[in-house]
């Protein structure tokens, strides 16, 4: 991948990542709540289990996960049809997009003494409530382990659509193998 194209695929992965972050909220706070009203009131309990903050937590973390699974199966789709693929750059953008991610959970604690950025937190990091109220998780460690699990599964669906479309089209995969058999042999 050229290294200007990388570049906007990291920064263009990281825009979504927050862009998800914030409708999976919207979608736990708001439109969650605003749909249990249409319920009859017979499914009152059904009605209070839905409106739980970890289950509406729990519901943006699905929201995000379904919009990534979809987004990096085209990403490996895309990657393997136009030979556009290197193991380290999708890693490095992983990592890069849990960097971003978990960095500002650090700084919380600073923030909550003084009673600012609660609503920046609550926001950012409301896919990961049910880990740490419903697990009783640490903060940090949820963050980690929700943004983590997001991530691995975004990879391993990336990598399967990668495998699979290279399966159907076996033509990319003799030029991804002799290409980097041609420069392991200028490299050698």
């Known amino acids: 991948m050229e290294p200007i194209k990388f570049l906007k695929y990291i920064?263009?992965?990281?825009?979504?990542?927050?862009?998800?972050?914030?409708?999976?909220?919207?979608?736990?706070?708001?439109?969650?709540?605003?749909?249990?009203?249409?319920?009859?009131?017979?499914?009152?309990a059904f009605k209070s289990f839905l409106t739980n903050s970890n289950v509406d937590s729990f519901i943006g973390f699905a929201v995000m996960l379904?919009?990534?699974l979809r987004l990096f199966y085209d990403d490996g789709k895309r990657h393997a049809a136009y030979e556009n693929w290197s193991w380290?750059?999708?890693?490095?953008?992983?990592?890069?997009m849990l960097l971003v991610y978990f960095i500002p959970a650090i700084f919380r604690d600073s923030f909550s003494q003084e009673g600012k950025g609660d609503i920046f937190?609550?926001?950012?990091?409301?896919?990961?409530?049910?880990?740490?109220?419903?697990?009783?998780?640490?903060?940090?460690?949820?963050?980690?382990?929700?943004?983590?699990?997001?991530?691995?599964?975004?990879?391993?669906?990336y990598l399967t659509a990668y495998k699979v479309?290279?399966?159907?089209?076996p033509v990319i995969l003799r030029s991804v193998k002799s290409f980097s058999a041609s420069e392991t042999d200028n490299n050698g």
């Open 11 to 44: 920064l263009s992965r990281m825009g979504i990542m927050i862009v998800l972050t914030l409708f999976s909220a919207f979608a736990g706070i708001v439109l969650i709540p605003a749909l249990v009203t249409l319920f009859p009131s017979s499914t009152s």
């Open 66 to 68: 379904i919009f990534f």
């Open 88 to 96: 380290v750059n999708i890693t490095i953008v992983y990592l890069l």
């Open 121 to 157: 937190y609550k926001v950012l990091y409301y896919p990961c409530i049910w880990l740490n109220d419903g697990m009783n998780m640490n903060y940090l460690v949820s963050v980690v382990v929700g943004m983590g699990s997001l991530l691995i599964a975004s990879y391993c669906i």
């Open 165 to 169: 479309y290279v399966h159907k089209h």
